[in-house]
């Protein structure tokens, strides 16, 4: 029987993450779900972080074999990533393994956007990215081994209407990458990005809506709908022992839309 490209998936069997300690951010649903289990199955243990308590994510791990915690915070929010940065340390005495994954992705017209606005979104999707690998980076250069993993987006490669906010903070991400990429391979640590395509998480229903996942499917090469499963290949590579010599990249998983 044929599969069309990528619907061949079977369970894997790697355990590339064996003993690994991965902070997965957004993790209550969506790829921040699917990225922890995939991480768990690999053998990793995983602190899943969100605004919302991320506690049926963290059974499933526990169902998996591996350990789980769930912490609660607002990642825009530096006071509320500080409070939670010594339960992080502590769930394992290290962590080796950042997915800034959490975001939002609203469409908002430049006309109507106010300065507010524009920040919540910047901040949500940017400014928790760097409050987070801050959080953490000082644990993975005591081990001399670290892996961030950070969610930029295919709209930056696309002509999208009224995403101002969104393609300047995903942009940032691609730029941080980079930056930080630089800054911590002297530490034995790799930074590199991730862009997804429009997908049928939740956050993909409630901002993009089912008549548009449909239009940019059609747009790809592979022409179905991403899922949050479709991004955990990538994620998983980029935080394995096999991308040592890869840092400060942008990798497209998003069914052959954009080409870079
Ligand atoms: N789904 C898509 O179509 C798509 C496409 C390209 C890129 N992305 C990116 O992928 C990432 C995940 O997207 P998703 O589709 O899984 O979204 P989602 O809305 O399904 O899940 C995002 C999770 O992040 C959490 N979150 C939101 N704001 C937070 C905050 N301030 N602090 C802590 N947690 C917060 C939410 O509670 C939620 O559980 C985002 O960075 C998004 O920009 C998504």
């Known amino acids: 029987m ?7 998936r079977s369970m894997p069997t790697t355990s ?7 902070v997965v951010t957004g993790a209550a649903g969506g790829f921040g779900t699917a990225i922890s289990l995939e ?3 690999r053998g990793a243990d995983i602190i899943a972080v969100d605004l919302k308590a991320a506690e049926d994510t963290i059974s499933a791990v526990r169902e998996i074999g591996r350990k789980g915690i769930t912490l609660q915070a607002d990642l825009a929010d530096p006071e509320q990533v500080e409070a939670i ?18 975001g939002i992705f609203p469409f908002r017209n430049v006309w109507e956007l106010d300065f507010a606005e524009w920040k919540r ?14 959080a953490v980076m000082g644990s993975m250069r005591e ?9 930029a987006s295919n709209s930056l490669g696309l002509t999208v209407p009224d995403m101002v906010p969104y393609m300047a903070a995903k942009g940032g991400v691609v730029g941080f ?11 034995g640590i790799t930074v590199n990005a991730v862009c997804p395509t429009a997908s049928s998480t939740p956050g993909g229903q409630t901002f993009i809506g089912d008549e548009v996942l449909q239009a940019v499917a059609e747009m790809q090469a592979i022409k179905r709908v991403g899922s949050a499963t479709d991004i955990v290949g990538a994620v998983c590579f980029l935080s394995s022992d096999d991308c ?3 840092t400060g990249q942008t990798l497209v998983a998003d069914g052959g839309l954009m080409r870079v």
Not at 85 to 102: E, K, P, Q, S, Y
Not at 121 to 134: P, R, V
Not at 177 to 187: F, G
Request: charged content about 20%; hydrophobic content about 45%.
């Open 2 to 8: 044929r599969h069309a490209p990528g619907q061949e």
């Open 16 to 22: 590339s993450h064996s003993g690994r300690v991965a």
């Open 39 to 41: 991480l768990a199955r």
């Open 85 to 102: 940065t010594a339960d992080m340390r502590a769930f394992a005495g290290r962590i080796d393994i950042l997915v800034n994954n959490a």
């Open 121 to 134: 979104i910047q901040s949500i999707n940017l400014d928790s990215q760097f409050l987070m690998a801050k």
């Open 143 to 151: 081990n001399s081994w670290g892996r961030i993993v950070n969610l």
């Open 177 to 187: 990458t980079r930056a930080l990429a630089t800054d911590l391979a002297p530490y």
């Open 244 to 246: 040592a010599f890869m």
